[in-house]
Every structure is written in structure tokens, then in C-alpha cells.
Nanobody, 124 residues
Framework: QVQLVESGGGLVQAGASLRLSCAAS????????MGWFRQAPGKEREFVSA????????DYADSVKGRFTISRDNAKNTVNLQMNSLKPEDTAVYYC?????????????????WGQGTQVTVSS
């Protein structure tokens, strides 16, 4: 059973940066695609970013392109999300996800494991 633990959320002002981290255990990390989703109050969970087992293939939601950067360290079993130029509309609970496949998907249903989530709040 794969376990995912997120960290790095918090309360920041618009324009600030945050770095989210997700530590994975219990599986073969390098064989899994990893991703980040988020859920704002009253909204459905949405895709933010994901990358393949090697990091060679990745994608971002249009709303975060140019501001967020996803990366992974297969030696440390971690995936990170660097978030710059944060906006109030980025406020959400951010979830780390793992998929038992080499390549990612932007569909929530395609992911097999989820973290508990970390709150990101951006004030205006």
C-alpha cells in the first residue's frame, strides 16, 4: 500500500511563493506517475500538474502554467510543486496523487493513491 504525505502548505499573500512536498512510501516510487490536484471550497477536485515516472513527460493546468513547477526525486521518493506568483484563486486543499503506471493522466479517476491534502490559502 502506497502512502503519501504532503507538507508545505500555509497562508501567504498574493504574489508570494510556496513549495509543496509529497513523500511516498510503501511502493516502487520510480515506477509510478505522480501528480498534484486541488480542491477549492464548493468546487470539484481539479488537476494541477503531473509528471511521468522519469519526469520526462509532464503537464500543467492552464491556470498554473508559467507559475508552478513540478519535479520529482526518485532517490528520495518525493515529488514537489513549486508555486510562484500565487493568486487568491489558488486557494485550495492540494492533494498529492500516485498512479500505478509510468505515465500521468489529468483524470482524477485514473489515480490510485491519494495523500490527506495540505491547505494553501492566498490572501489578496
Amino acid at each position: 500500500q502506497v502512502q503519501l504525505v504532503e507538507s508545505g502548505g500555509g497562508l501567504v499573500q498574493a504574489g508570494a511563493s510556496l513549495r509543496l512536498s509529497c513523500a511516498a512510501s510503501g511502493g516502487t516510487f520510480s515506477n509510478m506517475a505522480m501528480g498534484w490536484f486541488r480542491q477549492a471550497p464548493g468546487k470539484e477536485r481539479e488537476f494541477v500538474s503531473a509528471l511521468s515516472w522519469s519526469g520526462g513527460s509532464l503537464d500543467y493546468a492552464d491556470s498554473v502554467k508559467g507559475r508552478f513547477t513540478i519535479s520529482r526525486d526518485n532517490a528520495k521518493n518525493t515529488v514537489n510543486l513549486q508555486m510562484n506568483s500565487l493568486k487568491p484563486e489558488d486557494t485550495a486543499v492540494y492533494y498529492c496523487a500516485a498512479r500505478r503506471a509510468f505515465f500521468w493522466s489529468d483524470s482524477e479517476k485514473a489515480w490510485d493513491y491519494w495523500g490527506q491534502g495540505t491547505q494553501v490559502t492566498v490572501s489578496s
